[in-house]
């Protein structure tokens, strides 16, 4: 069992940035792929970045390339999102999920293969 448990989310205006954290327990995340997704108000949930256990590997949605990074410190248990040049469209509620994985490079931006889900962090982007 994995517990994860996102921060970092608040209030910012357009063009500014925020840095989303998500602290794993209960496992060692390094076993695990990572993702992140986003859920605005009336939308389904939607991919937008993950890396592979290993840190090696990263896909992004299109719509946040070149302004977000996700990346991991496994020693510490924790994946972030750095999110730069932040737009209104990026209002949502972030979550961090995880998967099980035996291969180092593994990544996937596939909803139903994480195992494991965030209770979120709401990220509000003002104009």
């Known amino acids: 069992q994995v517990r994860l448990v996102e921060s970092g989310g608040g209030l910012v205006q357009a063009g500014g940035s925020l840095r989303l954290s998500c602290a794993a327990s209960?496992?060692?995340?390094?076993?695990?792929?990572m993702g992140w997704f986003r859920q605005a108000p009336g939308k389904e949930r939607e991919f937008v970045a993950a890396?592979?256990?290993?840190?090696?590997?990263?896909y992004y949605i299109d719509s946040v390339k070149g302004r977000f990074t996700i990346s991991r410190d496994n020693a510490k248990n924790t994946v972030y999102l750095q999110m730069n040049s932040l737009k209104v469209d990026d209002t949502a509620v972030y979550y961090c999920?995880?998967?099980?994985?035996?291969?180092?490079?593994?990544?996937?931006?596939?909803?139903?293969?994480?195992?494991?889900w965030g209770q979120g962090t709401q990220v509000t982007v003002s104009s």
């Open positions: 890396i592979s256990r290993s840190g090696g590997s990263t």
């Open positions: 209960g496992r060692t995340v390094s076993n695990y792929a």
């Open positions: 999920a995880a998967t099980f994985t035996a291969r180092d490079s593994y990544i996937t931006a596939v909803r139903d293969e994480y195992n494991y």
